[in-house]
C-alpha cells in the first residue's frame, strides 16, 4: 500500500483533523478540515514530518492526535510529534537486536505500543512498549512472525495478534502466564491481515486474507479455540461467525488492502480491495429457533441460513478499476477511513486517490421509510434522517396536538364530553370524535404533559421531525406496543382493557376472554372426560371439540360423555335456568352460547345491565338490550324514565313497544323513522317494529351493534337452520377481514389461529394475537404459527429492553399450560445469564452436573469431566472451582467478589436484619465487564453515572 489516511478520533464539529501517511514519499500530513457537507471536504494542512526513516506501518494514537508512531523497515520504532514546539526528529526510539521488517504496530488508550516483526529465530517477533518509561512493557511471539495487531479501544490490556500467518491470538497483558511465550485464546485462519475490532461491539472483528484472497471472516471472540496449541485447537468451533468469500470481486486478481467498522453503526464496516473497489457489509443477527418446523423447500435452488449470524445488507460505494495499472484513473481510491459529519449520525467515508485528493463517500441512504422494533425511524429524503425517541421525551405528540386543541377551542373535559341531555335519535352524528380523546381523561397525562412543555418551552429544541404531522403519527403508532409492554399488557383482561382503552375493538376482545376465562375458572367448562374451556360459539352450536391435544381427557372411573352431557353439567355447575324461547333441538346450546355472549337471564340481572348501559348514556342500547333479552317491562320503564326526566326526546317509542300488534300505518312509521334514526341501536328496535321478524333485525343490523347482541339475538329468536347459517356466513366474514371481535364465535381454538392471521395481516398488531391465542396455545391448540408469532414478539421485547416484561409472560405462560392432570406442558427455560471464569470460561457455580452420584452417597467425577479445585476459597465462592483462579475484585471495596463484606457481617452479628437481598449478589457492567459488590454499585451509581475504575469512561449508570 503506497498510502494510507485516518481521521482522528479527538475530532470535533470545531476542530477535524485528519493525517495523511505517505509510504512511498516517506512524509506525514496533519490537515484540518475547514467544512464538511455532501459538496465535498476543505482542508488545510497544518503541520509536516518530511524525509522520516522509510516505515512499513504506522499508527495514530487514540488518546493525543498530535502522537504519531511509525514502524520501520529495520524493525524499529519511532515516535513523532506534531507540537509546534516539536522537531522533525521522532522523539522516541524503539532498538530492537535483530533486524526485520515491521509489519504493524498499534497504540492503546493506556500509553502502551505494541511491534509485530517478522519472524526470526530465538528473538521475540511481538513487543509491548511503554512510551513513557521507553521500556519493553512485555514481549511474547518468540520465533512466530506477527502480521496484525489490534487493541481492544475499551479494554486496552487485551489485544489481537495474527500469528505465523495461521492464527489470530487474543492476549491479555494482565495475565502473567502469557508475560512469556504462552499462548492466549487463538482461532485457526489464514485470515491473518488487516484486523478491525468493532467498536460499538468487541466481541467481534474481522480479518482479511493475504495477496490473491479477498476474503474477509468475522470472528466473535468469546469462542476462540482455548487449546494450548494451534494443532490442537478445534477448528469446528474457532469463533468464525461469518465467512465472506469472496468479499469483494474477484474477477481479476485482487487483494483486501483494508477494512473499518464504521463506530457509528454497529456490525457495519467497509473493505477496501486492491482494485479501488470499496464494499460497505452491515451484519446483523438474529435467534436461531431449532423447535420450530423446518423451512420448506426452496425448488429454485438454495439452502435455508440456520446460522444466527447474517449480511443484512451491501453496498458498493466504488466499483473496482479494471484493466492494467497505466490504465486505471486518478478515481481510484487507495485508502479510506471513516468520518462522523455532524450529530445527525449521517456516515461518510473520507477517501484517498492516488494523486493524493481526497473526497468523501456518504453511505447510502434508504429508499424507503423503517421503523424498528426500537421505535428508530429511518426517512429517505434528500439526506437520511434517523430519530431515535428518548425515554425523557416519549414520542406522545398525537396526544400534545389533541390537548392544544381542546385548550384553544374550548373543548369540554372528559366529564363534560356527554351532555345532560341526549342529542335528538334523527340528528347527524357527532362532531366529535370522543374515542380520540379517551386517553386525555379531562386532564393532562404526565406523559403528554411533559411533551407539550418541552415542545412549548422552545421550538428549537424539537428536532425537524416532530413537526412534522404525518411522520409523529407513524412514530406513535411504532410505539403503540411497547407502551402496552410496558403498562403491563399480558394475561389479565381486566387490565388490558384499561391499557387498549383507545381501540373499541380491542376492548371488545379481551371483555370476550374475560368471559371465557369466568367461564373456564376451577374447571367450570369441563367434567371428568371433556374441556370445553376457552371455546366459541360456533364450536359449542356445531359439538365440535377441535384437534387440541387435551380437550379430551382419560378418567379411569369416569364413563364416556356425548357433547351434550358436558354441556349440561356446565349449566348445571353454573346455575344457569333452562332455555325459554323458540322450539329447539338443542336447548342446552343455546343456553350456554347465550351465556358465551354475556347476557343474563334473570330480570334482576338484566335491570342491572340495562341500569348501567343507562348510567354511561348509551340510552337506546340499554332499551334494545331489554327487548332482546324479552324483558319488555324493563324497557318500557328505561323509556318511561327517560322521557320524564327529558333526557331524550319522545317519539312515540313507547307506544310502539307497548302495542301487542302494529297496523300498516305504524309499521310505514316505524320504517322512515329507522331510515332517519342514527343510533344503531333504536334502528335495530324501529326494524323489529315495522316487520315483527327478528330474522329482519339480525340480518339488517350493521357493525355498530356488538357482535354479542348480534349472536344473542340470532341464539335467542332464530330457528335451529337460520341460527346454523347466520353463525358460518358470520365467522367466514369476520375471520377473512381479520375482526378480533369474530373470537366471541372462534373462540381461541384453532380457528381463532386463521382469524388473528388475517389480523396480524391488516394491523401488524403482533403483540395482541400472541396474548391472546396464548390463553389456549400449547394447551388446547397446537399450531406452529403461535411459536414463531411468539418468538418474534420477543425479538421485539428484547429491542424495547423490556427484560422483566419478557420474563413475567414466560413465567405466567407456563402457569398456564399445565394439564387438568397437573403434566407442565412448558419446559422451564434455560438459565439466562450465568457467571463464567474470565480463564477457564466453566461457571462459576458451585454444584456442577459433571459429577455422578452414587446410591451410598459418594460422587465421583463424570467421565471426561474437569476436576473441581478443594480447599476453603472453593468453598467460600471467591476461586473458580476448576482452575482456581479468583474472582475479579470489587471495583469499589478492591475485595474479591464472593468474600463476604466485613461491615455487612458486624452488621447481621448485631441483630440487625439483612432487607437489602440485592446486597448478597454481584453485578457487572456489560459493557465494560467491570464487577462489583451488588449493593456498592447501587449506591455509587445513585450518585455518578460513570464507572469507578479510573481511565474507564464507560456510562454504567446510563445503561
Not at 13 to 41: C, K, M
Not at 409 to 433: F, R, V
Request: hydrophobic share 35%; charged share 25%.
Amino acid at each position: 500500500m503506497e498510502a494510507a489516511i485516518r481521521w482522528s478520533p479527538l475530532s470535533t464539529p470545531d476542530q477535524a483533523r485528519f493525517l495523511l501517511a505517505d509510504v512511498a514519499g516517506n512524509a506525514l500530513t496533519l490537515y484540518e478540515t475547514r467544512s464538511l457537507n455532501r459538496q465535498g471536504i476543505q482542508y488545510k494542512p497544518i503541520a509536516r514530518r518530511e524525509k522520516v526513516n522509510n516505515f512499513t506501518a504506522f499508527d495514530w494514537s487514540r488518546t493525543d492526535d498530535s502522537l504519531v508512531a511509525l514502524g520501520l523497515s529495520s524493525g524499529n520504532a519511532e515516535l513523532y510529534r506534531f507540537d509546534d514546539s516539536a522537531s522533525s526528529d521522532p522523539v522516541a526510539l524503539f532498538n530492537i537486536k535483530t533486524q526485520r521488517r515491521c509489519n504493524t504496530i498499534a497504540f492503546n488508550t493506556q500509553n502502551l505500543l505494541a511491534v509485530g516483526l517478522d519472524r526470526v529465530r530465538h528473538d521475540n517477533c511481538l513487543t509491548v512498549y511503554d512510551i513513557e518509561s521507553n521500556e519493553a512493557y512485555s514481549r511474547l511471539c518468540v520465533s512466530e512472525a506477527v502480521t496484525s495487531i489490534r487493541f481492544f479501544p475499551h479494554h486496552p490490556q487485551q489485544m489481537l495478534a495474527a500469528v505465523s500467518r495461521q492464527t489470530i491470538r487474543l492476549y491479555d497483558l494482565r495475565d502473567s502466564s502469557t508475560s512469556t511465550a504462552g499462548l492466549g485464546n487463538c482461532g485457526i485462519t489464514k485470515l491473518v491481515n488487516n484486523i478491525a475490532i468493532d467498536p460499538l461491539d468487541e466481541n467481534y472483528f474481522a480479518s482479511g486474507g493475504s495477496t490473491g484472497d479477498p476474503s474477509v471472516t468475522v470472528w466473535d471472540k468469546r469462542y476462540l479455540s482455548r487449546s494450548n496449541s494451534a494443532a490442537g485447537a478445534d477448528a469446528t468451533n474457532n469463533g468464525a461467525v461469518l465467512d465472506l468469500r469472496p468479499a469483494t470481486d474477484n474477477s481479476q486478481t485482487t487483494s483486501v488492502w483494508s477494512i473499518r467498522y464504521s463506530g457509528q453503526k454497529r456490525g457495519r464496516f467497509c473493505v477496501l480491495s486492491s482494485t479501488g473497489e470499496v464494499k460497505l457489509y452491515d451484519t446483523a443477527q438474529h435467534k436461531v429457533h431449532s423447535k420450530l418446523r423446518p423451512a420448506s423447500v426452496n425448488y429454485y435452488g438454495g439452502n435455508p441460513w440456520n446460522q444466527p449470524h447474517y449480511v443484512s445488507r451491501t453496498h458498493s460505494l466504488r466499483e473496482p478499476e479494471t484493466g492494467t495499472r497505466k490504465d486505471r484513473g486518478a478515481n481510484r481510491i487507495i485508502a479510506f477511513d471513516w468520518v462522523s459529519l455532524d450529530d445527525q449520525d449521517r456516515q461518510a467515508i473520507i477517501a484517498l486517490h492516488p494523486n493524493r485528493d481526497i473526497d468523501l463517500i456518504y453511505a447510502p441512504n434508504p429508499n424507503h421509510v423503517d421503523i424498528t422494533g426500537r421505535g428508530d425511524l429511518s426517512i429517505c429524503n434528500k439526506g437520511l434522517s434517523i430519530f431515535e425517541p428518548k425515554d425523557q421525551y416519549p414520542c406522545v405528540a398525537q396526544e400534545v396536538r389533541a390537548l392544544r386543541k381542546a385548550s384553544d377551542s374550548g373543548s369540554p373535559s372528559q366529564d363534560e364530553q356527554y351532555p345532560s341531555k341526549a342529542p335528538n335519535p334523527m340528528s347527524g352524528p357527532s362532531q366529535l370524535d370522543h374515542r380520540n380523546l379517551k386517553s386525555l381523561n379531562g386532564s393532562k397525562t404526565a406523559t403528554a404533559a411533559r411533551t407539550e412543555e418541552w415542545l412549548d418551552d422552545s421550538v428549537t429544541k424539537a428536532p425537524e421531525i416532530l413537526r412534522n404531522d404525518r411522520v409523529v403519527d407513524l412514530l406513535a403508532l411504532a410505539n403503540v406496543p411497547r407502551r402496552r409492554c410496558q403498562e403491563g399488557y399480558l394475561f389479565d383482561p381486566r387490565r388490558n382493557i384499561e391499557i387498549v382503552a383507545e381501540d373499541p375493538a380491542l376492548i371488545k376482545l379481551w371483555s370476550t376472554i374475560k368471559r371465557f376465562e369466568d367461564l373456564a375458572r376451577d374447571g367450570g367448562m369441563a367434567s371428568d372426560t371433556l374441556d370445553l374451556s376457552f371455546l366459541g360459539v360456533s364450536n359449542i352450536w356445531e359439538g365440535k371439540l377441535g384437534n387440541g391435544p387435551n380437550r379430551v381427557t382419560s378418567a379411569s372411573n369416569a364413563l364416556p360423555e356425548t357433547f351434550e352431557d358436558v354441556v349440561r353439567k356446565v349449566l348445571e355447575r353454573h346455575s344457569l335456568p333452562d332455555y325459554v324461547g323458540v322450539r329447539t333441538e338443542k336447548p342446552e346450546q343455546r343456553q350456554l352460547c347465550l351465556a358465551l355472549c354475556g347476557w343474563d337471564f334473570s330480570h334482576e340481572h338484566t335491570k342491572e345491565r340495562c341500569d348501567y348501559l343507562v348510567k354511561k348514556q348509551r340510552y337506546y342500547e340499554a332499551v334494545a338490550t331489554a327487548m332482546f333479552r324479552g324483558r319488555k317491562t324493563i324497557a318500557l320503564e328505561i323509556l318511561r324514565d327517560l322521557i320524564r326526566e327529558r333526557t331524550i326526546q319522545n317519539i312515540g317509542l313507547g307506544a310502539l313497544i307497548a302495542s301487542d300488534s302494529l297496523n300498516d300505518e305504524q309499521r310505514e312509521m316505524c320504517r322512515w323513522m329507522e331510515e332517519d334514526a342514527t343510533d344503531p341501536y333504536l334502528r335495530s328496535l324501529l326494524i323489529f317494529l315495522s316487520s315483527s321478524d327478528w330474522i329482519d333485525v339480525v340480518h339488517k343490523l350493521d357493525a355498530d351493534i356488538k357482535l354479542s347482541d348480534r349472536l344473542g339475538i340470532a341464539i335467542k329468536h332464530l330457528s335451529d337452520s337460520q341460527i346454523s347459517t347466520f353463525i358460518s356466513q358470520t365467522s367466514s366474514t369476520l375471520i377473512t377481514a381479520g375482526n378480533v371481535e369474530g373470537v366471541l364465535l372462534t373462540g381461541l381454538s384453532e380457528k381463532a389461529m386463521e382469524l388473528f392471521q388475517s389480523y396480524i395481516r391488516r394491523t401488524s398488531d403482533l403483540q395482541t394475537a400472541v396474548l391472546a391465542t396464548a390463553f389456549t396455545n400449547p394447551l388446547y391448540v397446537n399450531d406452529a404459527r403461535w411459536e414463531m408469532w411468539k418468538e418474534t414478539y420477543f425479538m421485539q421485547m428484547q429491542s424495547w429492553r423490556a427484560f422483566i416484561e419478557r420474563t413475567k409472560f414466560s413465567m405466567q405462560h407456563t402457569r398456564r399450560a399445565v394439564t387438568r392432570g397437573g403434566t407442565k406442558l412448558i419446559a422451564p427455560p434455560p438459565r439466562q445469564l450465568a457467571l463464567r471464569c474470565a480463564h477457564c470460561q466453566h461457571s462459576l457455580a458451585k454444584e456442577s452436573a459433571t459429577h455422578t452420584h452414587h446410591p451410598h452417597g459418594s460422587s465421583t467425577p463424570a467421565k471426561g469431566a474437569q476436576p473441581r479445585i478443594a480447599g476453603p476459597a472453593a468453598s467460600a465462592g471467591t476461586v473458580c472451582p476448576r482452575c482456581g483462579r479468583h474472582l475479579p475484585r470489587c471495583c469499589l471495596c478492591m475485595q474479591w467478589l464472593g468474600t463476604p463484606e466485613p461491615t455487612r457481617a458486624k452488621e447481621v452479628q448485631s441483630g440487625e436484619k439483612e432487607t437489602d437481598v440485592l446486597s448478597k449478589f454481584i453485578t457487572f457492567c456489560a459493557t465494560c465487564t467491570h464487577g462489583f459488590h451488588a449493593h456498592h454499585a447501587r449506591t455509587w451509581f445513585a450518585r455518578h453515572a460513570m464507572c469507578p475504575v479510573p481511565d474507564c469512561r464507560c456510562l454504567c449508570g446510563l445503561k
